[in-house]
């Protein structure tokens, strides 16, 4: 009788994936069939309940601790899914952090956070994803469109961003005959927590009419161009940035 052969389950791996466009992008990978490890920092219930959430519709999740922006942690973050579920097909950057103010009445500290998670916590997972993603594998990186639109007292926060931009189409570059794709997904004004908070709800109308579809995206909508990037079907886009925004710019 001859042994069958049972293909080995994908691996994905989202960073930030408990709430808001990370949790949509670890709901919409584990429904396109990855097992996927779902990072958090301070988030452990959260990340444990989607994880039970997954499982319960009979995927395959699980939460792994890390801070980001410490490199050590970084690497025992991707030893840890590749003990638990295999090689990683899929590096999901989606943690980060938003402060806002002019660049005047910006702080050290405000400054420093976002540095250190949006810039850092993203080279820290590219630095390691030659040794740890699979060939024919896909790297996303979150951006946003405010390094299109530059609107005031997002310059901290466009900043991290736009070096993220700039150090995906390098790295696409650098992997060159490791059939792996890099690209940066960067959303418009998205209806999450992180984008609502503490806007008063005629700033949130106003960007909510800018795009001329004249709504604000959902966090479902990230996810899908996500799981685009990650198929096969998104295999020939490679360090490129898709501005997934309604059209605001």
């Given at each position: 009788?001859?042994?069958?052969?049972?293909?080995?389950?994908?691996?994905?791996?989202?960073?930030?994936g408990?709430?808001?466009?990370?949790?949509?992008i670890?709901?919409?990978?584990?429904?396109?069939?990855?097992?996927?490890?779902?990072n958090?920092l301070a988030?452990?219930?959260?990340?444990?309940?989607?994880?039970?959430?997954?499982?319960?519709?009979?995927?395959?999740?699980?939460?792994?601790?890390?801070?980001?922006a410490?490199?050590?942690?970084?690497?025992?973050?991707?030893?840890?899914?590749?003990?638990?579920?295999?090689?990683?097909?899929?590096?999901?950057?989606?943690?980060g952090?938003?402060?806002?103010?002019?660049?005047?009445?910006?702080?050290?500290e405000?400054?420093d956070s976002?540095?250190?998670?949006?810039?850092?916590?993203?080279?820290?997972?590219?630095?390691?994803?030659?040794?740890?993603?699979?060939?024919?594998?896909?790297?996303?990186?979150?951006?946003?469109?405010?390094?299109?639109?530059?609107?005031?007292?997002?310059?901290?926060?466009?900043?991290?961003?736009?070096?993220?931009?700039?150090?995906?189409?390098?790295?696409?570059k650098?992997?060159?005959?490791?059939?792996?794709?890099?690209?940066?997904?960067?959303?418009?004004?998205?209806?999450?927590?992180?984008?609502?908070?503490?806007?008063?709800?005629?700033?949130?109308?106003?960007?909510?009419?800018?795009?001329?579809?004249?709504?604000?995206?959902?966090?479902e909508?990230?996810?899908?161009?996500?799981?685009?990037?990650?198929?096969?079907?998104?295999?020939?886009?490679?360090?490129?940035?898709?501005?997934?925004?309604?059209?605001?710019?």
């Open positions: 009788m001859s042994e069958q052969i049972t293909a080995k389950q994908k691996v994905a791996l989202v960073t930030g408990t709430r808001g466009i990370g949790a949509s670890v709901r919409e990978l584990a429904q396109d069939g990855y097992a996927v490890a779902i958090y988030s452990a219930e959260a990340a444990g309940e989607l994880a039970l959430e997954i499982k319960a519709r009979g995927g395959n999740a699980i939460a792994v601790k890390c801070n980001v410490e490199f050590t942690e970084v690497s025992d973050m991707f030893d840890a899914v590749q003990r638990e579920l295999g090689p990683i097909d899929v590096l999901v950057n989606n943690a952090v938003m402060e806002l103010a002019t660049l005047k009445q910006s702080s050290d405000l400054f976002q540095v250190a998670i949006n810039f850092k916590g993203t080279f820290n997972t590219l630095k390691l994803s030659a040794e740890y993603i699979a060939s024919g594998g896909s790297i996303i990186n979150l951006s946003t469109s405010v390094v299109g639109l530059k609107l005031e007292t997002y310059g901290v926060y466009a900043a991290t961003k736009a070096a993220v931009e700039s150090m995906s189409a390098i790295l696409a650098e992997l060159r005959g490791k059939s792996i794709n890099v690209n940066c997904v960067a959303p418009g004004p998205t209806s999450t927590e992180l984008f609502l908070n503490n806007k008063p709800p005629a700033v949130i109308e106003k960007l909510a009419k800018m795009p001329p579809l004249e709504r604000l995206g959902e966090p909508d990230i996810a899908n161009v996500v799981s685009f990037l990650a198929s096969p079907k998104g295999n020939w886009i490679n360090g490129q940035v898709l501005r997934a925004n309604g059209g605001i710019v």
